[in-house]
DNA sequence: AAAAACATGTAAGCTGTTACATGATTGG
DNA sequence: CCAATCATGTAACAGCTTACATGTTTTT
């Protein structure tokens, strides 16, 4: 309950992957580099680190494999508080400002969604996401309409590619909802 | 023609600012905070040592307005190594990285394709931003065929996302070229 | 006279980048 | 035995965030 010092979206990539199943640093380099649930930095210099100061607030503990005594690795996992700050994070509402600046963090914790046990924190999550995209998208919508006479093509078609963003990211949510509605009847 | 020390793209965002009319720091902030334009820090903290840096390497000059004899406050310009700069960052050939990991930096790019005078490269901008999203829409659909049969449907459903944020990019790209080609006949 | 907006900056701290460093194990 | 891959890390540096600091001009 209190509150948790808050993470870099690298962070909670790591506890999620590491949620799934006790991985190494190196595991975790190789998704980064191999598979699309990439866009984050496999460099050492970013994995190692955060492994590091993750441990150090306890959310994650290193198990040292000896199959091999000389150059250990270590194998890390999620600490009771780990779990409980990743699934914090999962059920966080969504603020406009995470729609329209943290798009990218939102989808990591829908993909890491099937986490929670129910899915009715997901059909919140996604009915929030389509309601502040789509609102996102007519802000901007609006915006072109009052742009200057003088504002040139370019300037108006990359706007009008924001807008589309936005708009086909509202309609995602609103189709993945239909995933997780109760099929009642 | 000599190779340039890299700019972040905020950089790149105060040169092409400055281009469009000659700007103080806080005028730069306020279109940060207000106009669509956005996307980029206002923070004070960010534009005045970006100015700073800037100026360090030669590519904007500040000019103080002394209407004021007390707290000056300085007017950027480019100079013409900062309006070679930028208008070679505008023509740079656009990789496949860019449009994969870049792809604010080049939507960036190309509202200030106005600046270059002919519709040539921005033709050829929009033609390689159209293949190299698409290319890469079709690299994640593939991945997502081939998904182990245990990806839970949230995992799928986020790649599906991304898949439509690149063909919709990609189709955002074909479209507006229509308005940069000549119309021959 | 006070509040809001104008206007510019600095300092500490965190994260990520790039490059370097080391050594083990496996396949050809 | 050599190369590639496995595996873990550190160090210097750059840039951004947050918070602070300061003083002016305009509006109410």
Chains 1, 2 share one sequence.
């Not at 994995?47 to 494999?65: D, W």
């Not at 409980?84 to 329209?100: P, V």
């Not at 046990?117 to 996102?136: H, I, K, M, P």
Request: net charge neutral; proline share 4%.
């Amino acid at each position: 309950m209190g509150k948790q010092p808050q993470q870099t979206t690298l962070s909670y990539a790591l506890l999620g992957l590491v949620h799934e199943e006790p991985r190494t640093g190196y595991d975790i380099r190789k998704i980064f580099q191999t598979t699309p649930m990439c866009h984050y930095s496999s460099s050492p210099g970013a994995i190692y680190p955060a492994l590091k100061r993750l441990e150090k607030q306890g959310l994650i503990t290193g198990e040292v494999n000896q199959t091999h005594a000389l150059r250990p690795k270590r194998v890390f996992g999620l600490t009771a508080a780990g779990t409980e700050s990743l699934l914090g994070w999962l059920a966080l509402e969504i603020s406009a400002d995470d729609a329209i600046w943290r798009l990218d963090e939102l989808m990591l914790r829908f993909a890491f969604h099937s986490f929670l046990g129910s899915d009715r924190a997901t059909r919140e999550f996604l009915r929030a996401l389509a309601r502040e995209t789509d609102a996102y998208s007519k802000v901007l919508e609006n915006e072109m309409a009052n742009l200057p006479e003088s504002t040139p093509i370019h300037g108006r078609l990359a706007l009008e590619s924001g807008v589309e963003s936005y708009r086909v990211h509202s309609q995602w949510a609103r189709r993945a909802l239909l995933h997780f509605e109760v099929s009642s009847s």
